[in-house]
């Protein structure tokens, strides 16, 4: 995880945010936070409220309670002028098929509340990769190029906040890496605050610098990424030779105390970093070979933990 | 608002469905006006067939008027289906491909998006009547001159051919307005679902419910009748006859005005109240 530049003045509130659908409650009393100029991870399993949450952001979806301050205001009161310094990207990235990418934008463009010139469509089209398949109508586009023109349509007005859903989905490896990349341009050289929305949990951990985590549609944790990795133990897997004699020696030992589970030859514990060390060390001594070392401990295993915890 | 009709237009005029109209009725015309021109003779004698021991037909009677509106006469009933399919799209074909959530999530009003997609959709229909206009009529006169008009419907009419274009006008008008009512009811039903048969087919049966029960005696259904929208549609018919029932004109105007502006104005409340979840 990389280090931001966070400051202290909040840019998007939710506070006690609820949408029902009948007897269903897709998002429960919801609070959170975004600071100017962070990456904030916002994770969840399928079906936790991200996207009616992200919805309910953009003036989507109406709430069923609660509100969202954006820049300070009432975004039921003041969607018009707050949406004049949103980019957004919700869920899948469609576009009028019939229609060129450029065009596309172009009509975007007029309705974003400021005048947007050829030259930056051009732009924003280069910035995603674009440039030559501009006049191509988006019909031929494959999934990776139309998502790739919907990073350009929420980057076209040159917003402040900008709010991304699931943004790489779709995009090859390198391509997933160009998006990293350009996130966290956006958000260290360009000061804008980016709202991420991923199930590559991965990716919240190497861009975000805060994440929020929900379940059934209420908030599970929210907190800096760091932090929540430190709050827990990781698993460590260790591949030994013998899995039969390092279970006998480890269950005699003060080890047993971390052993978590063993898999053919793989043996799981749980542990602080500092000891990795030494149980290598005593497997070592009692004539285990051990042929790696695995720590698994991951913002995706803390992910894991929280929401199948949650939903128990 | 500009920026926003501007945009809708294009949208329409982008969409290979908008052209299926225009071409529908360059071919129907151009099937009628080939089928007059080889056996327009024909088809006078046989539709004065009844009239000819008591009057004598001279000059062009089988003229570009006469073709005009003939065609306005066969094709005014088939146009609601060609409107429908833009109609029914409009709000619906941006559920279908998910570009509600790109176009809502910039700052525009709801309100504003919606008038725009009605202006656009006036627009389209005030062209394709427009066009069927220069088509029927326009090449008519070119390929079969000008002359009287004798229009048969409870009695016979004959017009002057200088007392003939303005009753043209002021029909295609009156066309235009009851094709925006229909234009207008596909557009309400488009706002509800996310697919654009859907409104196509509500509409379709709601205008064929409608005729049925127009047309059916029976004393129960007398008193709704003046008010469905389709029982004014033909009313361009009264600016061919002499003298013309002005009452009934403006009845019939007002009547599918208010339907449009009720449609127009339910539209507005139900998407304003719409959570888009497509």
Same mark, same amino acid.
């Given at each position: 995880?990389?280090?931001?530049?966070?400051?202290?003045?909040?840019?998007?509130?939710?506070?006690?945010?609820?949408?029902?659908?009948?007897?269903?409650?897709?998002?429960?009393?919801?609070?959170?936070?975004?600071? %100017?100029?962070?990456?904030?991870?916002?994770?969840?399993?399928?079906?936790?409220?991200?996207?009616? #949450?992200?919805?309910?952001?953009?003036?989507?979806?109406?709430?069923?309670?609660?509100?969202?301050?954006?820049?300070?205001?009432?975004?039921?009161?003041? %969607?018009?002028?707050?949406?004049?310094?949103?980019?957004?990207?919700?869920?899948?990235?469609?576009?009028?098929?019939?229609?060129?990418?450029?065009?596309?934008?172009?009509?975007?463009?007029?309705?974003?509340?400021?005048?947007?010139?050829?030259?930056?469509?051009?732009?924003?089209?280069?910035? *995603?990769?674009?440039?030559?398949?501009?006049?191509?109508?988006?019909?031929?586009?494959?999934?990776?190029?139309?998502?790739?023109?919907?990073?350009?349509?929420?980057?076209?007005?040159?917003?402040?906040?900008?709010?991304?859903?699931?943004? #790489?989905?779709?995009?090859?490896?390198?391509?997933?890496?160009?998006?990293?990349?350009?996130?966290?341009?956006?958000?260290?050289?360009?000061?804008?605050?980016?709202?991420?929305?991923?199930?590559?949990?991965?990716?919240?951990?190497?861009?975000?610098? %805060?994440?929020?985590?929900?379940?059934?549609? #209420?908030?599970?944790?929210?907190?800096?990424?760091?932090?929540?990795?430190?709050?827990?133990?990781?698993?460590? %897997?260790?591949?030994?030779?013998? #899995?039969?004699?390092?279970?006998? *020696?480890?269950?005699?030992?003060?080890?047993?105390?971390?052993?978590?589970?063993?898999?053919?030859?793989?043996?799981?514990?749980?542990?602080?970093? *500092?000891?990795?060390?030494?149980?290598?060390?005593?497997?070592?001594?009692?004539?285990?070979?051990?042929?790696?070392?695995?720590?698994?401990?991951?913002?995706?295993?803390?992910?894991?933990?929280?929401?199948?915890?949650?939903?128990? | 608002?500009?920026?926003?009709?501007?945009?809708?237009?294009?949208?329409?005029?982008?969409?290979?469905?908008?052209?299926?109209?225009?071409?529908?009725?360059?071919?129907?015309?151009?099937?009628?006006?080939?089928?007059?021109?080889?056996?327009?003779?024909?088809? !006078?004698?046989?539709?004065?067939?009844?009239?000819?021991?008591?009057?004598?037909?001279?000059?062009?009677?089988?003229?570009?008027?006469?073709?005009?509106?003939?065609?306005?006469?066969?094709?005014?009933?088939?146009?609601?289906?060609?409107?429908?399919?833009?109609?029914?799209?409009?709000?619906?074909?941006?559920?279908?491909?998910?570009?509600?959530?790109?176009? !809502?999530?910039?700052?525009?009003?709801?309100?504003?998006?919606?008038?725009?997609?009605?202006?656009?959709?006036?627009?389209?229909?005030?062209?394709?009547?427009?066009?069927?206009?220069?088509?029927?009529?326009?090449?008519?006169?070119?390929?079969?001159?000008?002359?009287?008009?004798?229009?048969?419907?409870?009695?016979?009419?004959?017009?002057?051919?200088?007392?003939?274009?303005?009753?043209?006008?002021?029909?295609?008008?009156?066309?235009?307005?009851?094709?925006?009512?229909?234009?207008?009811?596909?557009?309400?039903?488009?706002?509800?679902?996310?697919?654009?048969?859907?409104?196509?087919?509500?509409?379709?049966?709601?205008?064929?419910?409608? !005729?049925?029960?127009?047309?059916?005696?029976?004393?129960?259904?007398?008193?709704?009748?003046?008010?469905?929208?389709?029982?004014?549609?033909?009313?361009?018919?009264?600016?061919?006859?002499?003298?013309?029932?002005?009452?009934?004109?403006?009845?019939?105007?007002?009547? !599918?005005?208010?339907?449009?502006?009720?449609?127009?104005?339910?539209?507005?409340?139900?998407?304003?109240?719409?959570?888009?979840?497509?």
């Amino acid at each position: 995880m990389e280090e931001t530049n966070i400051n202290s003045e909040i840019i998007l509130q939710v506070k006690g945010l609820t949408k029902k659908y009948g007897s269903l409650i897709a998002v429960n009393n919801l609070e959170l936070n975004a600071y %100017r100029g962070e990456v904030i991870g916002f994770l969840g399993p399928n079906g936790a409220g991200k996207s009616t #949450t992200i919805r309910m952001l953009l003036g989507l979806i109406k709430p069923t309670s609660g509100s969202i301050e954006i820049f300070g205001k009432s975004l039921l009161k003041n %969607r018009l002028d707050i949406l004049k310094r949103v980019g957004a990207i919700v869920e899948k990235p469609d576009f009028y098929l019939y229609l060129s990418a450029y065009k596309n934008l172009e009509i975007l463009g007029k309705i974003s509340g400021m005048e947007i010139k050829k030259k930056r469509i051009k732009e924003v089209l280069e910035i *995603v990769g674009l440039k030559k398949r501009a006049r191509s109508k988006v019909q031929t586009y494959s999934f990776g190029m139309k998502q790739r023109l919907g990073i350009a349509q929420a980057l076209l007005h040159n917003p402040e906040l900008i709010i991304l859903d699931e943004p #790489t989905t779709g995009l090859d490896p390198q391509g997933i890496k160009e998006i990293r990349e350009l996130i966290l341009h956006l958000s260290y050289d360009l000061k804008k605050t980016i709202f991420l929305s991923s199930h590559i949990l991965k990716e919240i951990e190497i861009i975000a610098s %805060r994440m929020i985590i929900i379940n059934n549609g #209420t908030t599970q944790i929210e907190g800096k990424v760091e932090d929540l990795l430190n709050s827990s133990q990781m698993k460590v %897997r260790f591949e030994v030779d013998n #899995t039969a004699k390092a279970l006998e *020696v480890v269950k005699l030992s003060m080890w047993n105390d971390n052993f978590v589970e063993a898999e053919k030859n793989i043996l799981v514990f749980e542990m602080d970093q *500092v000891e990795i060390g030494e149980l290598n060390k005593f497997l070592v001594e009692n004539n285990i070979i051990v042929s790696s070392v695995v720590p698994i401990r991951s913002l995706e295993d803390y992910f894991l933990k929280i929401t199948e915890g949650s939903t128990e | 608002m500009k920026n926003l009709i501007f945009i809708e237009l294009s949208k329409i005029f982008n969409k290979k469905r908008t052209y299926i109209s225009f071409i529908v009725i360059f071919l129907i015309s151009s099937i009628i006006q080939t089928a007059l021109y080889f056996q327009g003779d024909k088809y !006078l004698s046989f539709a004065t067939r009844s009239l000819s021991n008591s009057f004598e037909f001279s000059g062009n009677l089988l003229n570009g008027y006469l073709i005009g509106f003939i065609i306005l006469q066969s094709l005014s009933a088939y146009i609601p289906f060609l409107i429908l399919l833009v109609g029914g799209d409009l709000l619906a074909g941006e559920a279908t491909g998910g570009t509600y959530r790109i176009m !809502l999530t910039r700052p525009i009003s709801r309100n504003n998006f919606i008038t725009a997609k009605f202006i656009a959709g006036i627009v389209y229909t005030n062209l394709l009547l427009i066009f069927m206009m220069l088509i029927s009529l326009g090449f008519g006169i070119m390929i079969f001159g000008t002359g009287e008009l004798i229009v048969f419907r409870d009695k016979l009419y004959v017009f002057a051919q200088d007392d003939i274009i303005w009753r043209f006008f002021l029909s295609y008008g009156f066309v235009i307005l009851s094709m925006t009512t229909v234009l207008s009811l596909s557009i309400l039903f488009s706002s509800l679902v996310e697919n654009a048969i859907g409104p196509i087919i509500s509409t379709m049966f709601v205008i064929i419910t409608f !005729l049925i029960i127009s047309a059916l005696n029976i004393e129960v259904l007398d008193s709704i009748k003046p008010f469905l929208f389709t029982n004014h549609m033909s009313s361009w018919r009264n600016f061919f006859v002499n003298p013309i029932d002005i009452s009934q004109i403006l009845l019939s105007f007002s009547v !599918l005005l208010g339907h449009i502006l009720f449609f127009y104005f339910l539209t507005v409340i139900i998407f304003k109240r719409k959570d888009i979840l497509s």
